[in-house]
T-cell receptor, first 113, second 113 residues
Framework: GESVGLHLPTLSVQEGDNSIINCAYSNSASDYFIWYKQESGKGPQFIIDIRSNMDKRQGQRVTVLLNKTVKHLSLQIAATQPGDSAVYFCAEKSSSNTGKLIFGQGTTLQVKP | DAGITQSPRYKITETGRQVTLMCHQT?????MFWYRQDLGHGLRLIYY???????DKGEVPDGYVVSRSKTENFPLTLESATRSQTSVYFCASSGHGWVYEQYFGPGTRLTVT
């Protein structure tokens, strides 16, 4: 079945460094992906999305890269700040076109001062 | 305030009792979703709704009931709560079938004793 997973459960980085969070997906027909950030005690918050007709999309301090050949998605955070500490989820649009998203397990990002 | 709200934020109940979690959104979004979040499982879809009076099962629907008589409300009922339903529950909404960005509420932490 469809699945979206993350390579690393926890990522620890130094403040000011760049962070890279990875995600693998299994459905080669997926055409839309989202990254969410979830801070402790809060609901997931949209960060950035990308459609399959793109390889890269940039936002403010964040970049999402999509490699359809190997079914891999990554989120890059530039100049990581303590406020970036959170759990990050990738999500994939369900192939059933019902508005559903399939979420990965999540990666915890810890930013060391 | 505009947005998506959930109530109660915290709930403790006993095994066998009926519990209803409320979700309200002010965007007139078509789609609404209920997820549960447990350690090690990420976000799992319980039920979703494409419009008023249209609901469908997600990944883990057993033990839950939903209704959607109005576009803005999507209550989730645990008919006879069990300890395995102790979890954090998130409601989300999204605008249209081709717009997959989901907006999440703050969550309800439910403990079943």
């Amino acid at each position: 079945g469809e699945s979206v997973g993350l390579h690393l459960p926890t990522l620890s980085v130094q403040e000011g460094d760049n962070s890279i969070i990875n995600c693998a997906y299994s459905n080669s027909a997926s055409d839309y992906f989202i990254w969410y950030k979830q801070e402790s005690g809060k609901g997931p918050q949209f960060i950035i999305d990308i459609r399959s007709n793109m390889d890269k999309r940039q936002g403010q301090r964040v970049t999402v890269l999509l490699n359809k050949t190997v079914k891999h998605l990554s989120l890059q955070i530039a100049a990581t700040q303590p406020g970036d500490s959170a759990v990050y989820f990738c999500a994939e649009k369900s192939s059933s076109n019902t508005g559903k998203l399939i979420f990965g397990q999540g990666t915890t990002l810890q930013v060391k001062p | 305030d505009a947005g998506i709200t959930q109530s109660p934020r915290y709930k403790i109940t006993e095994t066998g009792r009926q519990v209803t979690l409320m979700c309200h959104q002010t965007w007139s979004h078509s789609y609404m979703f209920w997820y549960r979040q447990d350690l090690g499982h990420g976000l799992r879809l319980i039920y979703y709704s494409a419009a008023a009076d249209i609901t469908d099962k997600g990944e883990v629907p057993d033990g839950y009931v939903v209704s959607r008589s109005k576009t803005e409300n999507f209550p989730l009922t645990l008919e006879s709560a069990t300890r395995s339903q102790t979890s954090v529950y998130f409601c989300a909404s999204s605008g249209h079938g081709w717009v997959y960005e989901q907006y999440f509420g703050p969550g309800t932490r439910l403990t079943v004793t």
